[in-house]
Nanobody, 120 residues
């Protein structure tokens, strides 16, 4: 039993900040790469940022310089610090994690999504 639980979305004014988080729980041997995706109405889901087990990060061009992904391995949690938010950032944000279970099998898991709405 492995699950990802997201929180921290909300409604903010353009230029504001949010910091959603995604916590993993269950029978976990290790958490490998972690990523944040988003999907706006009528648009495809897109990768926003990811972080490897070694701490290397990568970002979509649209969020570079504004968003920061980080992880706390002790808390089994990944964060997405979102600054200087724009209306075009409005979307449902999903975390994704490659998790190895106690039997040594690795799967990709998805969080339930958290709504981020930026008003202008």
């Amino acid at each position: 039993q492995v699950q990802l639980v997201e929180s921290g979305g909300g409604l903010v004014q353009a230029g504001g900040s949010l910091r959603p988080s995604c916590a993993a729980s269950g029978s976990i041997l290790s958490i490998n790469s972690l990523g944040w995706y988003r999907q706006a109405p009528g648009k495809q889901r897109e990768l926003v940022a990811y972080i490897t087990s070694g701490g290397s990060t990568n970002y979509a061009d649209s969020v570079k310089g504004r968003f920061t992904i980080s992880r706390d391995n002790a808390k089994r949690t990944v964060y997405l610090q979102m600054n200087s938010l724009k209306s075009e950032d409005t979307a449902v944000y999903y975390c994704n994690a490659a998790i190895t279970g106690l039997r040594g099998v690795t799967y990709a898991y998805w969080g339930q999504g958290t709504q981020v709405t930026v008003s202008s």
